[in-house]
């Protein structure tokens, strides 16, 4: 890659940090994402009116796979006071709180607070093994039930879609059966697979809590 391209692409990552435009490309890549959150819903078998906490929740946008109270939590204050506007109660939703924090914080951990249903949605591939397993460790402490985690499929069949996985601002972005080993140790996984959303190649995991 040439300076000037090596230049160009990291003004677009730049800029990518602005809610509105991070939405607008994931909206061309990857749709609506109504299969990932049908998926979602049926993996954690969601019941109405049962609480769900959205782990690196980043602009909100997967709030609405809530049946019920839904706490999202990321450390971009950004992308969390868009997501309050877009999704929470700027939109008449005072059931979505949204907090700028780090979930592996004491911050957090000391709320005591618990959640029957949780989610991580294209995140783990954002951060390192040491970074996931902090995560996933804060989790598996908040949660008492069932996990579900998504993320992306870096040898998707489709060229254009491993095309797509390659220009993601993701630097750890990691085969199934590595992202199922970083769960592992943290919450028992039942079930785990590959599929598309629109362009973008997905992986799913559903996890319950170790008894
Ligand atoms: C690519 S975004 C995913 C956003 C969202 N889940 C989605 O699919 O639209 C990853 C997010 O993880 C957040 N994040 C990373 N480490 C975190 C931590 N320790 N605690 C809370 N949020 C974190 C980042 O700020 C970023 O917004």
Known sequence: MTATNTGL???LKDTLDN???FNLLQ????GRQNITRRLIREGLNLMPGERLLD???GTGEFADVAL?????????????EYARQEYGEGKGHPEREFLAEDITGTG??????????????????HLSDEQNSAVLAAV?????????????????????????????????????????????PYFKVENA??????LTGQTIIFCSVKS
Not at 71 to 76: K, P, T
Not at 145 to 171: A, C, H, I
Not at 193 to 198: D, G, I, L
């Open 19 to 21: 809610p509105r435009l």
């Open 27 to 30: 909206l061309a890549v990857a």
């Open 68 to 80: 019920g109270p839904y706490l999202g939590i990321d450390i971009n204050e950004k992308y969390v």
């Open 55 to 57: 782990v690196c929740c």
């Open 9 to 11: 692409v990291s003004k």
């Open 108 to 125: 957090f951990l000391t709320r005591g607070l618990t959640f029957p249903k949780s989610m991580i949605i294209n995140s783990m591939h």
């Open 140 to 184: 598996a402490q908040v949660t008492t039930g069932r996990f579900v985690v998504v993320d992306m499929d870096p040898e998707p069949s489709n060229p254009l879609s491993k095309f797509l996985v390659q220009q993601d601002r993701g630097e750890y972005v990691r085969p199934l059966k590595e992202q199922i080993a970083l769960v592992e």
């Open 193 to 198: 697979f590959t599929y598309y959303a629109r």
